[in-house]
């Protein structure tokens, strides 16, 4: 799995969002988290004050950036996965930023990634199915590489 520091990190960079608003986002889904360590899960590998970020605390971002761009839904609301995978990832950059298939196609092609629709579409099946296929690392580096390039200023 792609690092999950580093998808934090891009997904900051990506959006352009301020310490607060990362707060914020964490908050969208009833978790509190400080700054200092935002900070902390923000540095780099080498820093000595840099923390590992976990899945879960991942997964509760990636739900509150879902209801940051999308709005809150009724009933209850996800429980944030204690381990993810790049399909998890995946799947909920694509519900956070309302993606169709051919919008996720047009987000790798600006990463000079291309892969056939029914491809993208096996990293969405449950994973019993037998059509099912695990994200691989470089396609969802790539995908958050064409996020940068559609959605940073």
């Not at 889904?29 to 590998?45: C, M, T, V």
């Not at 996965?81 to 790049?86: I, M």
């Amino acid at each position: 799995m792609v690092n999950v520091n580093d998808i934090l990190r891009r997904i900051r960079y990506t959006f352009d969002f301020n310490d607060s608003k990362m707060i914020e986002i964490f908050a969208l889904a009833g978790h509190e988290i400080s700054r200092a360590q935002i900070s902390d899960w923000l540095k780099k590998d080498d820093d000595p004050a840099y923390k590992d970020l976990d899945d879960n605390h991942l997964a509760i971002f990636l739900n509150g950036l879902i209801i940051e761009k999308r709005g809150k839904k009724e009933g209850p609301q996800p429980v944030a996965e204690k381990r993810l995978n790049n399909n998890i990832v995946l799947r909920k950059l694509k519900i956070a930023l309302d993606l169709k298939d051919d919008n996720i196609l047009k987000i790798l092609a600006l990463a000079d990634m291309r892969i056939s629709k029914h491809e993208l579409s096996a990293f969405f099946r449950k994973p019993d199915q037998e059509q099912f296929r695990p994200c691989k690392d470089q396609i969802l580096r790539n995908f958050i590489h064409g996020m940068q390039i559609k959605y940073h200023n």
